[in-house]
């Protein structure tokens, strides 16, 4: 870890009997950094990164010195930094494509001459499996043996790759199937709050940093180590050693006061900071949270609302180190060594939390009373579309009648085979799924609660409610089994059905046959409520339309209610064994009762027995057989694993970057476009692109999966691109779907079948769309597919963070309007579109685009920004990609 350390900040620290090494800002300040005392925590780790690995080349000390000038503009005055995080983290969703293109670099190494062992990871990298699992069984104690049983079966061409991976590759772990959710592995067992490196006879200590290939890696900052969601071209480089560039950001301050009220959960506190937080605008900002009432918030409360900073598009929420640190790494087995030296480093370095201390100063603040914090769902479409309980029954029925077209008297519909029948509103999926809650023991216990009340009471689940447990690791059952309230959620069908992600990220698997021919045949209405972090259209299951976020008990409550319609707050949930009704608040329970249960149900002894052998997995990942080798043997009938393209013919030398000329318009899109739209992750239809590759490959509909799965195979994958059900293309106004036009022969086809033609006939593609393009998950492949569709540039009025650096990485062009959108240039689709002066690009240039319209042949032209926003962004691009750079260095024996 060598480093110039211009401003001689090296220095022991003494814990217990160990001497560490480590860089500090005090004596940073006394070198002439005024005033980094007073910068918030989470710029302080940024400053110690920047010292710690100073080389006068990426990092310079003109870096160190706008760091602490930070202090005068806030972050206003743009200026580039190099970040090195101590490690990479990864799902199999998005860790899959990652090792396939180190694969793929491997054999382009040695087509180019090289050393294939060149392609390594440099820095630590942790896959954890968690994304594959469905429900395709529940409600019953088999369905978890079941499910896994069928994960193995549709992914066993994945998991022995990612067991090749993990045997090729130096510093890459694979945390096999049903260990649980990667945020919440990393939370328990992987994260160190501050990491150590030995550098010969000296141990180095410093901040515990990460970049995640899923969004929602910002959970650990919740554990005070900063880290956000990347997309896996960034995460790559990163793996092999590249610095990710970032503007020193803007940091606002979300100041905590008082306590949660009765009633109140974790979730009702999240769903309100997202909303506070998407209408203060914070994306492209960090989050840091200060104030007394964060000794009110356990560290799994702080993880909760980390883990949003996705939905309120941030790129992290942090928390400084405190008491409640220390605490939660001690009960979750951390070694005591650890638990030392993070609680003597935190405050060696001004990282502690110290009541009654100064505040930092930030960009900007706002503040929120715990004490105001109400219970609250969000839905019908957004985390941020945040509502109160008792407004919820009120806000759907508007939803039903506005956005939905459904007449409030619409009749129900008959359940073919059945005794009951299901209408608009009608809850048909009801899941407590991982991510967001399953990391924080109070919500689960208090689920566990409901449903043993409920039980008690002679409650039942209504008969269309497709139920679920998804916890994040495998220490929620133990402390649930202990609590003694598993018998009572199996009672109401919430039985085990995997570790993993399942309805959250989509793979809620199908509903009932017969329920799903009603929704269908009648067009309903239905609706989910589960206890995850993203209810986009589209996303949780193609039957249901509309998807509330809620507490896990919350979700029990619906299940019992069985519909959105009903006022949890004033109606009853149904009858007990006497016929009387029974209404939430007889089977709520106190906040005491429940962290009195979970002070007896949840030890350190648990974690420890659950991570003791965490890598080794059960009997289905030991008796995977894996051909081992420097290189991968890509077998060509593969329709999970293939080699992609984007190695073909790559020369030492990049081609020059040439203007867009004569493209067409592949799509129109409009605000709020997310990643599931771009790049869907759940089921595959059968009549679509990819639905028909995989029925030419003789793979039957049964053993299709999901797009997710298969985003080791490029060809489902570019074939999956702007496939979601529910995307609406403005060329195809009418058209709800993956379809586009074609012009000039004004012919109607999937988008992919478009853009293969437009290849055919040698034209460019251009893609138009509105606000926040690129929203949700961290999804390479929305980035990937649009390169391999031929789409040269993305003209939107905002992009989300992490899309537009994926589009730079993979050298497509992002550009952002000046002025107006699309809709003042009223588009069509026909048009041709032409941009200039690319082969003289800059960091955030001004350039002109132009359209000629066939049908009257006027030229129209407007200014755009090119959202290229660093030097280094602007060598990515020029290479054709960050992987192809990357590439290029390590093949002329550069430094990666």
């Known amino acids: 870890m060598p480093s110039n350390d211009s401003l001689n900040t090296r220095r022991d620290l003494v814990v217990g ?11 940073a300040e006394e070198a002439g950094l005024a005033g980094v005392s007073r910068l918030p925590v989470s710029m302080k780790v940024l400053l110690e990164n920047l010292l710690r690995n100073e080389d006068g080349r990426s990092v310079t000390a003109e870096d160190l010195k706008a760091v602490a000038a930070w202090l005068d503009n806030k972050g206003a005055k743009e200026h580039e930094i190099s970040f090195r995080p101590a490690r990479v983290l990864m799902q199999d969703f998005t860790g899959v494509p990652a090792v396939v293109d180190l694969a793929a670099m491997r054999d382009a190494m040695t087509a180019l001459g090289g050393d294939a062992e060149k392609i390594n990871p440099l820095n630590p990298v942790d896959l954890v499996i968690d994304h594959s699992v469905m429900v395709d069984n529940f409600g019953t104690a088999k369905s978890f043996t079941q499910n896994v049983e069928r994960e193995y079966e549709r992914n066993l061409e994945r998991y022995r790759f990612l067991r090749w991976g993990s045997s090729a590759f130096n510093n890459f772990r694979v945390v096999p199937p049903g260990t649980g959710i990667c945020h919440q592995v990393n939370l328990e067992y992987l994260a160190q709050t501050v990491w150590t490196l030995a550098e010969g006879d000296t141990t180095v200590a410093y901040p515990d940093t990460v970049v995640g290939t899923d969004s929602h890696t910002t959970m650990i900052n919740g554990l005070s180590v900063l880290g956000w969601g990347v997309g896996g071209i960034e995460a790559e480089a990163a793996m092999l050693g590249q610095p990710i560039p970032m503007l020193i950001p ?42 007394e009432g964060l000794s009110h918030l356990t560290l799994e409360d702080q993880a909760t609302i980390a883990n949003m900073a996705p939905e309120y598009g941030a790129t992290c929420g942090f928390f400084p180190v405190s008491k409640a640190t220390i605490d939660y790494l001690a009960a979750t087995g951390r070694a005591p060594e650890r638990v030392a030296l993070v609680e003597a480093y935190a405050k060696a370095q001004g990282l502690w939390h110290e009541e009654g201390a100064a505040d930092p100063v930030f960009t900007d603040t706002l503040e929120l009373d715990l004490g105001s914090v109400l219970p609250s769902l969000a839905g019908p479409k957004r985390p941020q579309d945040r509502v109160l309980l008792s407004d919820a029954a009120a806000k759907f029925n508007e939803a039903l009648a506005g956005e939905f077209g459904r007449p409030a008297d619409a009749p129900r519909t008959a359940v073919q085979g059945e005794s009951f029948d299901v209408g608009d509103g009608d809850v048909v999926i009801a899941a407590i799924t991982s991510c967001t809650n399953t990391s924080n023991p109070s919500v689960l216990i208090a689920a566990g609660l409901v449903a043993k009340k409920a039980v008690e009471k002679g409650l039942k689940v209504k008969p269309w409610v497709k139920t679920s447990l998804a916890p994040g690791s495998q220490v929620v059952t133990d402390y649930l089994a202990k609590a003694g309230v598993t018998k009572s959620l199996d009672a109401l069908g919430f039985n085990l059905v995997g570790y993993g992600c399942t309805t959250c990220i989509g793979n809620s698997g199908p509903l009932p046959p017969a ?70 608040k007889d089977i709520w329970p106190t906040s005491e009762e429940v962290a009195a249960l979970q002070r007896k149900a949840v030890t350190n002894e648990m974690f420890a027995k659950r991570y003791g052998d965490v890598f080794k997995g059960d009997k289905h990942w030991q008796g995977i057989k894996v051909a081992g080798g420097q290189t991968y043997g890509w077998d060509m009938g593969s329709t999970y694993v293939q080699n992609p393209p984007y190695f073909q013919d790559l020369t030492m030398e990049p081609k020059p970057v040439t203007d867009v000329v004569e493209a067409r318009v592949l799509a129109i899109f409009g605000d709020s476009i997310t990643t599931d739209h771009i790049s869907p992750a759940g089921s595959i239809k059968a009549t679509s692109p990819a639905g028909s590759y995989l029925s030419d490959h003789q793979v039957p509909q ?16 570019m074939r999956g691109t702007f496939a979601n059900i529910r995307i609406k293309n403005r060329v195809t106004p009418e058209i709800e779907g993956g379809v586009t036009k074609h ?48 789409v040269r540039a993305v003209i939107a009025e905002s992009f989300e963070r992490i899309h537009r650096s994926n589009l730079v990485g993979m050298g497509v062009l992002p550009l952002q309007f000046k002025v107006d959108g699309w809709q003042k240039l009223n588009l069509t689709g026909e048009e041709i579109v032409s941009i200039r002066g690319l082969s ?41 990609g960050v992987l192809n750079y990357v590439l290029r260095n390590l093949a002329r024996g550069d430094a990666a």
């Open 743 to 790: 012009f000039p022969s004004g012919e109607v086809m999937a988008i992919y079948d478009a853009a293969m033609r437009y290849q055919s006939e040698g034209h460019p593609l251009v893609v138009f769309a509105g606000k926040e393009y690129g929203t949700g998950s961290s999804r390479d492949w929305a980035a990937k597919g649009t390169k391999l569709l031929g």
């Open 702 to 717: 049964i053993d299709y999966n999901s797009y997710g799965a298969r985003r080791g195979n490029h060809e489902v994958m």
């Open 515 to 584: 329920i799903s021919d009603a929704v269908q045949a009648a067009d309903l209405v239905a609706v989910s409520v589960l206890s995850g972090n993203r209810n986009f259209e589209g996303r949780v299951n193609p039957d249901v339309r509309a998807n509330y976020l809620a507490s896990p008990p919350l979700v029990v409550a619906y299940a019992l209610a069985g519909s959105m319609k009903i006022d949890l707050t004033t109606e009853p949930l149904g009858v007990d064994k006497k016929g009387e009704p029974v209404f939430l």
């Open 840 to 880: 003289d690009l800059s960091p955030r240039r001004t350039l002109t685009v132009e359209l000629y319209r066939a049908s009257d042949g006027r030229i129209a032209r407007f200014p755009v920004i090119c959202r290229i926003d660093t030097p280094t962004e602007l060598d990515y691009f020029r290479q054709g």
């Open 250 to 291: 803007e940091v606002i301050g979300f100041k905590l006061t008082g306590k949660l009220p009765e009633g109140a959960t974790a979730t009702d506190l999240v769903l309100t900071v997202t909303q506070m937080l998407r209408k203060k605008g914070v994306v492209g900002k960090f989050v840091e949270y200060f104030g």
């Open 17 to 27: 009997d160990k001497t560490y090494a480590y860089y500090s800002l005090a004596a």
